[in-house]
Every structure is written in C-alpha cells, then in structure tokens.
C-alpha cells in the first residue's frame, strides 16, 4: 500500500514538474508600453508638454489664448511664443507687441504656416521678403552631432537689413527659403520657425527636439517669463460666448422659457372640480324605484316589496306557506313584535304618497326581522 502511495505522488510530482517546464519555456514575462490619447489640458494644448519641461528645470512659464490679456504684463526679459495664425492679431496688438520687442523681448512665431497676406505683426516687424514660398526640409544635428531632427516646412525670405541683424539662419534663404531665423530687433530678438510643429507635444517626447525648443528660447531663457499662446481667440471668454455662441443661447433660453411655462400656473377658465365618488348600483336601484313610482302611484313597486317579503318568510319558515290574511299578519307580528293591524295595513295597496312610504317603511322592519 505504501508503495503505491509513493509510486503515485512520484507520478504526480514529475507531471508538475514536466508542465512547469512546458509553461516556463513556451510563455515568458513581456513588458509593453501603449500611449493613451490625451486627456484634460493636454488634449487642446498643443504646448503642455513644453510647459512643464520648462517649469521642471525652473524656467516659470504659463499657457493662454489671449494676447491682450498678457501685453500690458509683459517685461523686457520675457519670452511670447505664438503657436497660432498670426494673422489674426489686431492691428494695436501687433503695434504693440513689436514695441515690446524693441525694448527687449523675445518673440516666437511662424511666418508662413498660418499667415496670410497683408499682415499688422509682419508690417510693423518687417523682416520678410514678398518672395514665394516653398516646402523644404533641413536635417539638424544636435547633440554634439550624435543625433539629428528634420525641420519641414514653408521656407521665408528676410530682407536685406534684416539679413544684417540674424544672428542664426538655418536653410537656403536665396532658394527654397529659411525654416528657422534669428533676427536682433532694437534691443529684442525675434525668432520665426517655420513649423511649430517641433514644439507640440508629441515631437517633445525625444531629446533632440527636447534640445531644440531649449535653444529656440535661449536668448531671454532664465531671465522673465515665458507665454505660450497656442491658440489666438482675440477675446475672453464671454465675449466669444455672446458673438459666437448667440445660436446655442437662444436655444437655451426657449428650453428656459419651456420648462417656466410647463411649472407655471395655467392662466384661462378653472378647471372642473372631479364627481364625487359615487355607487353606481345604487343610483340605478334608485333611479328604477323612482320610474316604477311615478308609472302607477308605486303600487307595482308596492306589490314587488310585500313578494320579497313573503318569498323571504317562506324561505326562513316553508310552514307559513299554509297562512292566510289575518293568520299570517299575527304570525309576522308575532315575529316582528309590530301591531298586526299595522302589518295588516302595509300589505294593502297605498292610496297615496304619504301611504306608500308607510307601508314601505313597515315591509322593510319586517324584512330585517325575517
């Protein structure tokens, strides 16, 4: 017996042993990484992720869509990145806003990717020739040369006073055109790119991108502030609420009206009060005992009631059947202690109302006596 026992747990261990084995060599632990889709500020700020670089090396930095919310706040050190069409900044802004890149600042923007003609920020900044433009592409090296970026994009021209005053110009500015200047306005710095591609989130996640932004902001990095606007709305919030969104406030307004008017009081004539609870059964006896009255004086109803009498007094008593007149009155007066000449009464035929209602009154007391 204990050598089956031992036989079998032999079996059994080499069975787990062998699927063990199995397991371990076909299946092994793999980690995987899947990007979710973006969620929160991140989904609608393209420049998110620049943000936060900046704020984690101390750099102070914030994201908005209002230029003329930030111009009057705006310092010599500071930094403007304008991520969106600049052609639909107003002429003051634009006014303004190169001001402050002559007494200091440091403005970033893409002459070409949005831009359309007749420009307030190009006319009052005018750096650009009206030359037209090209897609071209320029490989970068960074990292000491290690690694590389493309920049793509619509290629620009500067003028010649402008070509005096660059400080950097990556691309062909005789050709297809420059994806990248750095130009020295008064006592400020505009740089223009020519796909803000390369700041947006998801170009962000590799180092030589990482470096790039980095260099981009490098003439005012670490001495003022840094605005991204990734989008230009050119006015708050409710002012584009009651411009703009006039359509979805109408509606909103007759769903309002709808629902004031379904829990107000209703004006006109008053409802009718609800009939009271009724039996219906006896309305109908009712209203049969009257008809049946008004027909012959109420004796047929008379004759009906002294039936349901005897028929009852019968049932209860079958002997009584045998009574007659007067017997039969003292036998009912005898049950109903009532007069005989009173029951006698009742069971005649009525002359008269008051004689029917006797009678009736007289045929009911004997009926519950029965």
Known sequence: MKTRIVVVSVIIAAIAMLGG??????????????T???TGEAYYNRFFALQNILKNIGQPASS?????KIL????????VVIGDDIGSIKPDDAANLAEWVREGGHLVFSPTAYAKQDIPLLDELDLLANQESKVTCVELSVSGGKESMPVCGSGFHLKKQALAHAQVMIGDNAGKGLVFARVSEGDGTVSMLSNMGVLADNSLKKQPQQQFALRLLAPNFGHGHVYLLYELIGSSFWVNLF???????????LLILGWML???ERLG???????????????????????????????????LACEAVLARLHRRDPASVMLKQDELYAWLAQRSRLEASLIEHAFRSPANAAAFRGSMTTLARLRSHL
């Open 21 to 34: 084995a199995l397991f371990f060599n076909t299946f092994k632990r793999d980690w995987s990484t899947e």
């Open 36 to 38: 979710t889709p973006s």
């Open 64 to 68: 908005g869509v209002l230029l003329n």
């Open 72 to 79: 009057p706040d705006l310092d010599s050190g500071d930094t």
């Open 243 to 253: 411009v703009r969104g006039w359509p979805a406030l109408i509606a909103s307004l």
């Open 262 to 264: 379904m829990r107000s």
């Open 269 to 303: 004539p008053l409802v009718p009060a609800p009939s009271a609870h009724r039996r219906a059964l006896l309305e109908h006896i009712h209203a049969v005992g009257e008809f049946l009255f008004r027909r012959d004086g109420g004796r047929s109803l008379h004759q």
